[in-house]
């Protein structure tokens, strides 16, 4: 339709059945705006930066049709129909952990897999690699509200008489997909290659305590831990260390270890109902992983290069030296558990998200983990420490 006399401004006709570009439309406005308020064509091309040809070409399409759209274009035929569209969509709202393949089987559709990705695309809805969480059953959760209610107003004191262990393994190579940082075209440079050790992936197995004042003991497990192996354990390296590095006999502490098949074997357990100055931390099953050691075996795990070890025997030396330096670094007292006990009682309470704590500030180092798998971690406060060298230095 041609303008009518005394308008002021274009008058935009979108076609339903094409998307406009609100760039474009907006730039072809504004030079018909300008022409209308008497801008000659050159100063309208200087000023908006594009040529006098296309100053003309759109101030003569709004004269002779009234808009600045573009013009519907025939291109290729769409392979689904509006309804296809919308089913795609439903499907992908209503069950969002599903592949494109599963969708257009499940549909029944004669198009491919980038087609389906592509009405998805165009309805907003994006690929993503889903966060993953423990599954938990009523029961574990009512497991994990008790264990916080009952441990949310223990101090410092209570909490410094736990002694928390756990079995870690080390590996002579790195799990999971490493990261690199580079420039275009730079991919084979050998500054931006991430060497493999094809052979020679060598494992040691290590048990060891940490406690509210520090490291505790690390020891070896030959081969696959068994429940005899776990006493000897206890026996031989937990509760002589324990006395002589924490809690002095015959005081009482607590000890806490995971529902590992291992920890929980009848003869295991027979031999802590034999031990009259050691109570066992009750652990709810599928628990939030509370515990700060794990903190500690990502100390060690960081501070040593993987791959020159070459059998177990030498894997497992390194851990030693490492366990000093970690030692070293937890000589002063830390926020203890109880803090994300507290976050756990919140969350389970419907009280928000725990939060994860990751902060470096002037004299204090914290370190926290965040698992999406099972929640909230375990969290260290190191007062007085900063970063030096190649690794955490005490000051």
């Known amino acids: 339709m041609a303008p009518k006399a005394g308008d002021q401004s274009p008058y935009f006709c979108l076609p339903a059945n094409m998307a406009q570009d609100p760039h474009k439309v907006s730039l072809r406005s504004r030079l018909v705006a300008k022409r209308q308020a008497g801008m000659s064509v050159a100063a309208i091309a200087e000023d908006e930066g594009v040529s006098q040809t296309t100053v003309k070409k759109w101030w003569t399409r709004w004269q002779a049709e009234g808009d600045v759209c573009d013009r519907p274009r025939s291109g290729r035929p769409r392979k689904t129909t ?93 799990d999971g997909r490493p990261h690199c940082w580079r420039r275009n075209g730079t991919r084979y440079n050998s ?24 490291v505790g003991e690390l020891t070896a497990i030959d081969g696959r831990l068994t429940a005899e192996k776990y006493i000897e354990i206890l026996e031989e390296v937990m509760v002589p260390t324990v006395r002589a590095m924490a809690i002095p006999y015959p005081e009482r502490f607590i000890f806490m270890q995971d529902n590992c098949p291992v920890h929980t074997a009848r003869i295991v357990s027979r031999w802590f109902r034999d031990q009259p100055n050691i109570d066992l931390l009750p652990w709810p099953a599928k628990a939030a992983d509370l515990n700060p050691i794990e903190n500690c075996w990502a100390m060690m795990v960081n501070s040593w290069d993987q791959g020159q070890e070459r059998t177990p025997q030498a894997l497992y030396t390194v851990a030693p030296s490492i366990v000093i330096v ?70």
């Open 326 to 395: 970690v030692r070293c670094i937890l000589t002063r007292q830390y926020v203890p558990v109880y803090i994300m006990v507290i976050a756990e009682h919140n969350h389970l309470n419907g009280g928000g998200k725990p939060r994860h704590i990751m902060s470096l500030d002037a004299g204090e180092l914290s370190i926290g983990t965040s698992s999406p798998r099972r929640g909230c971690n375990a969290a260290l406060t190191f007062p007085d420490t900063k970063i030096g060298g190649l690794g955490v230095s005490s000051v």
């Open 191 to 214: 500054e931006n290659i991430y060497e493999v050790a094809r052979s020679g992936h060598v494992t040691s197995n290590v048990w060891g305590w940490v406690q509210l004042y520090g």
């Open 82 to 174: 509006p309804e296809e569209d919308q089913r795609i969509s439903e499907q992908a709202r209503r069950t969002p952990i599903i592949n494109a393949m599963q969708i257009r089987e499940q549909l029944q559709l004669q198009v491919s897999r980038k087609t389906v990705c592509k009405r998805l695309h165009e309805a907003g809805v994006h690929h993503r690699i889903p966060a993953e969480k423990e599954k938990l059953t009523e029961r574990h959760r009512n497991g994990r509200l008790v264990f916080a209610q009952q441990h949310v107003n223990m101090d410092l004191e209570y909490w410094g008489r736990v002694i928390f262990s756990d079995e870690k393994t080390f590996s002579s190579t790195t």
